[in-house]
């Protein structure tokens, strides 16, 4: 009877143990445990046969394997909420934005700061400014994704309407020098062509306001200026630089060189004259002449390259209740370390969505492949296109000129402000689309924002902010 009684609670222990890892946790796959790894993606039509060959591949040289699971684009930021409030079982998940701190210490992330030394390939694939800037306490909670980790950003324009007007990129420097060839090709184009082509959500316009703010606090209505040492946190509404970049916005709403319906579509139109880019330039003819159906671009730098906290957030978490958090460790050291993994990731199934024509070069055979290649590891080891520029030299080159922001690595918390900050949020989103697409006036409009702002909290924030940042500095 007793053999029984035991039998029945070892068996017990195995169910729950089974139940508490849920979601694939511990599936094997010919023996060798299988990690699951979350990114923000389409699916890919041919992804299980892609996955198959990943796992051919990386199962003998690590005795790990990998399944690929996606959050939509659509969805992404709901999706891992509900998993972390519901705790869901998952191993690694890419993720994009500041929402890493608030995950690291609510303990949803394995704190792997201790495990680091024993993946050398990783650490050392990763510069060590990159490490610092995920630092919370001292303690390191996701792998970096080394990519255009420093910020640069361009003013993207079509290039056809730049000789036509004979627009000097290289002298702009200014509002008024935006303004001076913005209204050359309105006038010549015509009242129903817009050079700025805007919506709800669209980013066009943020590189007028975005010339020397570091706003890497959450709210971009408040930040550091890039040029200041002592690291005052700014009241933007209350800064007359850019209150005058709103009424650019303004006069250029009312004069028809920004589309009229700005602030209430939501996906923007293509064409116009120019587009705003974070990026490099290899980019641009690809990303923006196809999409915008223009023939080339060319492109002028506003600012940059600069290191800021925010510029760094991408990167692979792994979960605090991972079973597998040492193999994760492992696998993520492999994307970064091995071409040939890298470029099956970055490239689709060899044979069929591309074929190397060196072993560092590739040409592409089909064009269905979509996993986003600045979500997954580091640029830097992966083929290039034969017969064209390596983007990646380009990249790292941007990367090793940037010059770092006074407040990088710094981290705002909001808890001792969080119910200012969920009654302002709401607030400074109802005004911010009709600031920034010019729909609004912004004389009017600042005035009525701040007022709904402060009495909802908004200087305890600002004041919260700066006391941190003071007591931060002290510790460099």
Request: proline fraction near 5%; hydrophobic fraction near 35%; avoid cysteine.
């Given at each position: 009877m007793k053999k029984r009684i035991l039998f029945f609670a070892v068996a017990l222990v195995c169910l729950g143990t089974a139940a508490f890892a849920g979601g694939g946790a511990?599936?094997?796959?010919?023996?060798?445990?299988?990690?699951?790894?979350?990114?923000?993606?389409?699916?890919?039509?041919?992804?299980?046969?892609?996955?198959?060959?990943?796992?051919?591949?990386?199962?003998?040289?690590?005795?790990?394997?990998?399944?690929?699971?996606?959050?939509?684009?659509?969805?992404?930021?709901?999706?891992?909420?509900?998993?972390?409030?519901?705790?869901?079982?998952?191993?690694?998940?890419?993720?994009?934005?500041?929402?890493?701190?608030d995950w690291a210490r609510r303990g949803f992330l394995a704190d792997i700061t201790d495990s680091l030394p024993k993946y050398p390939?990783?650490?050392?694939?990763?510069?060590?400014?990159?490490?610092?800037?995920?630092?919370?306490?001292?303690?390191?909670?996701?792998?970096?994704?080394?990519?255009?980790?420093?910020?640069?950003?361009?003013?993207?324009?079509?290039?056809?309407?730049?000789?036509?007007?004979?627009?000097?990129?290289?002298?702009?420097?200014?509002?008024?020098?935006?303004d001076k060839a913005l209204r050359a090709i309105k006038a010549g184009e015509g009242a129903r062509f817009?050079?700025?082509?805007?919506?709800?959500?669209?980013?066009?316009?943020?590189?007028?306001?975005?010339?020397?703010?570091?706003?890497?606090?959450?709210?971009?209505?408040?930040?550091?200026?890039?040029?200041?040492?002592?690291?005052?946190?700014?009241?933007?509404?209350?800064?007359?630089?850019?209150?005058?970049?709103?009424?650019?916005?303004r006069r250029w709403y009312q004069d028809g060189i920004i589309n009229p319906d700005a602030n209430v579509i939501d996906s923007t139109p293509t064409g116009?004259?120019?587009?705003?880019?974070?990026?490099?330039?290899?980019?641009?003819?690809?990303?923006?002449?196809?999409s915008q159906g223009w023939q080339r671009t060319v492109f002028n730098v506003i600012w940059g390259p600069v290191y800021t906290t925010n510029s760094i957030l991408a990167y692979n978490t792994i979960s605090a209740n991972s079973r597998y958090k040492e193999e994760s460790l492992k696998f993520l050291e492999l994307v970064n370390t091995d071409r040939k993994l890298r470029d099956m990731l970055a490239y689709g199934v060899e044979g069929k969505d591309f074929a190397y024509v060196t072993p560092t070069t590739y040409r592409k055979?089909?064009?269905?492949?979509?996993?986003?290649?600045?979500?997954?590891?580091?640029?830097?080891?992966?083929?290039?296109?034969?017969?064209?520029?390596?983007?990646?030299?380009?990249?790292?080159?941007?990367?090793?000129?940037?010059?770092?922001?006074?407040?990088?690595?710094f981290v705002f918390d909001r808890t001792s402000v969080q119910n200012e900050w969920a009654n302002c949020e709401p607030v400074w989103n109802r005004y911010k689309v009709d600031l920034f697409t010019g729909a609004g006036d912004p004389d009017t409009l600042i005035p009525q924002c701040l007022t709904e702002l402060k009495a909802n909290g908004y200087d305890k924030i600002l004041a919260e902010a700066q006391r941190q940042l003071d007591e931060w500095r002290k510790t460099k």
């Open positions: 511990q599936k094997q796959s010919g023996g060798l445990p299988t990690v699951q790894w979350w990114l923000i993606s389409d699916p890919p039509p041919n992804l299980a046969e892609a996955q198959k060959a990943i796992n051919d591949y990386i199962g003998p040289k690590i005795g790990v394997n990998v399944e690929i699971k996606l959050f939509s684009w659509a969805d992404n930021n709901q999706r891992q909420t509900t998993m972390l409030n519901s705790g869901e079982y998952w191993d690694i998940w890419t993720a994009l934005g500041e929402n890493y701190y390939g990783l650490t050392q694939a990763i510069p060590q400014n990159l490490w610092d800037g995920f630092k919370l306490k001292n303690r390191v909670y996701a792998v970096p994704t080394y990519k255009d980790s420093s910020a640069t950003h361009y003013v993207i324009w079509d290039e056809a309407l730049v000789r036509k007007y004979n627009i000097d990129l290289s002298s702009m420097k200014t509002m008024a020098d935006y817009y050079p700025i082509h805007d919506a709800k959500s669209d980013t066009t316009r943020v590189f007028l306001f975005m010339l020397d703010y570091d706003s890497s606090f959450g709210m971009n209505n408040f930040g550091v200026k890039f040029s200041d040492p002592n690291g005052k946190v700014i009241n933007y509404l209350e800064d007359p630089e850019w209150i005058s970049y709103l009424r650019y916005f116009g004259a120019l587009r705003y880019g974070q990026g490099w330039p290899l980019a641009w003819d690809d990303n923006y002449a196809t055979l089909s064009s269905t492949w979509n996993l986003p290649i600045f979500e997954q590891g580091t640029f830097f080891i992966i083929s290039t296109l034969d017969g064209a520029s390596s983007p990646w030299d380009e990249v790292k080159q941007l990367n090793e000129q940037a010059r770092v922001s006074s407040i990088y690595g």
